[in-house]
C-alpha cells in the first residue's frame, strides 16, 4: 500500500533512455551528432566574449581536456622519453618537442609511426593514437597515472601477438575512428563528414551545446529570444533526456543495454549506474548528472560536497516534521540512514577499482552495499 501511495506521487514518467544512435537521428542537436556545417562552428574564443564565466572554467575541466595533439600532452612534455617491454616486444614513445614517436620491435623488425593525438586527459590514462597508410590506429599501450608508466591499453589482449602491426595498435575502422573523435574532439565530423584536420581539441562548448553561429548573430543584433532558441540548453530538458545528453558520451542506460557490456566496466557508464538505483526510480530532476555535477567546473572531489544533493530527498526525521506538506518531500519516502549524516557517497557511491584502467570509478548506482 505504501509503495502504491508513493507511485501515485511520483513525477509522471518523462519517457525511457534512448540509444545515443536514436537521439542523434531526431531535429535540432544532440551531442555526438554530425550533420552541422563547419561554418557553424564559431569556437570557444567567440563564446567567451559573452560568457566569460563558463569559457573560464571550463578549460580546466578534463572534457576540455579529453584530446590533445600528441606534441602539446602534459604527459608526454614531462615523460619525453618513455619505454616497455611486453613479450618479445620493445616499445618506445619519443617526443623531441617538435613530434612523437611510436615505435616497436622484435629484436629484428621495428616499425614506428607519428602520433598525432593523445586522448584522455591522462589522470586516469591516455592512449596514442597515429595513422598509417590513411588509416587511424590506437596504441597497443596506454600511460596510465597510478603506475606512472605504459601498460596495456583497455580492451587489448595481454596474450601477444604474433605480428609487429598487431603489436604496435589496434586498427580503428573509420566508422570506430569517427566515433572516438566525436567524443573527445568538438566538430570533427561535419555534414557527416569525418576529417580530424579541423577538429578542435577536446569537449568545448558547442559540442555539448550545438554550433553557435545563428545563436551569435542573433544575439549581436540583440535578438534575445531568437538567440536562445538557436542554441540548446540542457536545463531544460526533462530528467530523462537529461540523463541521456551526457550519455550520448558517458553511454546512455540504453547505450549499455544495446552494446551488452557487463560485468565491472559498467562501473564506467554512471548514466546506466544511476538509473539502476531505486533512487532513481522513474527519473527526478534532484539527481540527474547535472545536479550533482556542473559541467563546466573541474569534478568537485570532497564527498561531503554532495551530502546535500542526497538529503535533498532522504531527510533526517528532525527535518521532516519541519518540511510536513513541502511538495518535493512528499514524493519520497524519506528514508534516513541509520548509520551516519555525512560523507553519505563514501559509503553508498564507493570507489570501484577497474583493473585494465588502473584506476577506480565511483559507482553510480546508489545502493546498500553488501558485498557487491
Ligand atoms: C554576442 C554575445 C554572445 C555570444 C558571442 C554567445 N552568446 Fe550565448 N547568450 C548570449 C545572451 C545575451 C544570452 C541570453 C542571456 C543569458 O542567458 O545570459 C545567451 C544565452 C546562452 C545560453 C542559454 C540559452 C537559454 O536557453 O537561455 C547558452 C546555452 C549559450 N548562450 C551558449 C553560448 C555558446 C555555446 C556560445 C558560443 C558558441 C555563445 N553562447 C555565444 C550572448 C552570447
Ligand atoms: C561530447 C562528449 C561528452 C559529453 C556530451 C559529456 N561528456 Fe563528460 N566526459 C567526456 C570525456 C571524453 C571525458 C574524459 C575526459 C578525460 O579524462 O580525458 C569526460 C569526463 C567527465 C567527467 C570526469 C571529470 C574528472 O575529473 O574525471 C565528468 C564529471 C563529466 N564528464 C561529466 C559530464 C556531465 C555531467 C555531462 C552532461 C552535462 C557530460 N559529462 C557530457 C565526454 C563528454
Ligand atoms: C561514446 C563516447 C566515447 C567514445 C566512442 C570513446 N570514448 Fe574515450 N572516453 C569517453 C568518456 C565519457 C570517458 C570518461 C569516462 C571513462 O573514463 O570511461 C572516456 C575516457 C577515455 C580515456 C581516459 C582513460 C580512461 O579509460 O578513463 C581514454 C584514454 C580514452 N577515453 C580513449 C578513447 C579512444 C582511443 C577511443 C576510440 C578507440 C575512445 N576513447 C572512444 C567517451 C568515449
Ligand atoms: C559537457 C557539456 C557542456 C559543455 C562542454 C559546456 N556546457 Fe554549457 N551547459 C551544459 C549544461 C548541461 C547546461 C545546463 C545546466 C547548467 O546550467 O549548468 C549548460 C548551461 C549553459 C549556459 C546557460 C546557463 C544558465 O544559467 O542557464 C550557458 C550560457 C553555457 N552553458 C555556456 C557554455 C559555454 C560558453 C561553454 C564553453 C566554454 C559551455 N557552456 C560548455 C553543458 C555543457
Ligand atoms: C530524487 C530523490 C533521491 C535522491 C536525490 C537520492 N535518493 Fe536515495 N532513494 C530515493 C528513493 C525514492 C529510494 C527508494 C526507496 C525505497 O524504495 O525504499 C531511495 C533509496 C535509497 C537507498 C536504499 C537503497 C537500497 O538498496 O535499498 C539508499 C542507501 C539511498 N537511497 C541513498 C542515497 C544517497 C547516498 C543519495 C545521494 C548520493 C541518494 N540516495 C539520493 C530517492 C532519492
Ligand atoms: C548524487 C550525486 C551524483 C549524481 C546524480 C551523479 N554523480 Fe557523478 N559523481 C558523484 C560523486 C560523489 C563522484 C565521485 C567524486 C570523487 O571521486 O570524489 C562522481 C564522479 C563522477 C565521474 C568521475 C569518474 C568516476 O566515475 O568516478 C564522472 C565521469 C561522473 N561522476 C559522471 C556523472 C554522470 C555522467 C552523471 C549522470 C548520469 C552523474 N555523474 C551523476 C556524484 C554524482
Ligand atoms: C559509514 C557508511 C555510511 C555512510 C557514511 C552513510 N550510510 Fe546510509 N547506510 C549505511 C548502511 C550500512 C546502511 C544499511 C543499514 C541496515 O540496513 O542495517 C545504510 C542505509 C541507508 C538507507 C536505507 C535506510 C532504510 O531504512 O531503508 C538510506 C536511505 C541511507 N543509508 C542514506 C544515507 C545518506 C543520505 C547518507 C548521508 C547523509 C548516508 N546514508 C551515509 C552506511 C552508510
Not at 34 to 39: D, E, F, R
Not at 62 to 69: F, H, I, R
Not at 105 to 128: C, M, R
Not at 302 to 331: F, N
Request: aromatic letters at 6%.
Amino acid at each position: 500500500m505504501f509503495c502504491t501511495r508513493i507511485e501515485a506521487q511520483a513525477p509522471a514518467p518523462s519517457g525511457l533512455s534512448l540509444p545515443t544512435q536514436d537521439r542523434v537521428q531526431t531535429r535540432g542537436w544532440w551531442p555526438t551528432k554530425g550533420a552541422a556545417n563547419l561554418a557553424d562552428f564559431v569556437g570557444t574564443s567567440e563564446c567567451a566574449k559573452c560568457h566569460e564565466r563558463e569559457a573560464i572554467a571550463q578549460r580546466g575541466t578534463p572534457m576540455a581536456q579529453a584530446a590533445a595533439p600528441a606534441a602539446t600532452s602534459e604527459i608526454l612534455e614531462a615523460h619525453s622519453h618513455l619505454s616497455a617491454q611486453r613479450g618479445p616486444y620493445s616499445y618506445e614513445l619519443l617526443n623531441d618537442g617538435t613530434a612523437v614517436k611510436f615505435s616497436v620491435t622484435d629484436g629484428t623488425n621495428s616499425l614506428s609511426a607519428t602520433v598525432a593525438w593523445a586522448f584522455g586527459l591522462g589522470h586516469k590514462g591516455q592512449t596514442y593514437i597515429y595513422k598509417r597508410d590513411g588509416d587511424f590506429y590506437e596504441s597497443r599501450l596506454s600511460f596510465y597515472k597510478t603506475l606512472q608508466r605504459l601498460d596495456l591499453t583497455t580492451g587489448h589482449t595481454g596474450s601477444g601477438p604474433e605480428d609487429l602491426k598487431i603489436a604496435m595498435g589496434r586498427w580503428l575502422d573509420p566508422v570506430e575512428a569517427r566515433r572516438c573523435f566525436g567524443c573527445h574532439t568538438t566538430g570533427s565530423t561535419t555534414v557527416n563528414q569525418f576529417d580530424t584536420s579541423h577538429a578542435t581539441p577536446g569537449v568545448t562548448c558547442e559540442a555539448c551545446h550545438g554550433p553557435g553561429a545563428s545563436h551569435v548573430a542573433a544575439m549581436k543584433r540583440g535578438e534575445i529570444d531568437a538567440g536562445r532558441r538557436a542554441i540548446l540548453n540542457p536545463r531544460r530538458l526533462n530528467p530523462v533526456d537529461s540523463v541521456d545528453f551526457c550519455g550520448a558520451c558517458h553511454r546512455t542506460w540504453a547505450d549499455v543495454i544495446l552494446e551488452g557490456t557487463t560485468g565491472v566496466m559498467n562501473v564506467r557508464f554512471q548514466p546506466y549506474r544511476l538509473e539502476d538505483s531505486k533512487c532513481w526510480r522513474r527519473g527526478d530532476a534532484r539527481l540527474t548528472c547535472i545536479a550533482c555535477h556542473n559541467p563546466h567546473e573541474p569534478l568537485v572531489l570532497d564527498t561531503a560536497a554532495y551530502d546535500q544533493k542526497c538529503l535533498a530527498c532522504h531527510k533526517t526525521t528532525a527535518e521532516q516534521k519541519t518540511v510536513a506538506g513541502d511538495k518535493a518531500q512528499a514524493s519520497h519516502p524519506g528514508a534516513r540512514c541509520p548509520i551516519s549524516t555525512r560523507n553519505c557517497a563514501s559509503c553508498h557511491m564507493p570507489q570501484v577499482e577497474v583493473p585494465s584502467v588502473h584506476s577506480p570509478f565511483a559507482d553510480h548506482r546508489i545502493r546498500i552495499v553488501r558485498g557487491n
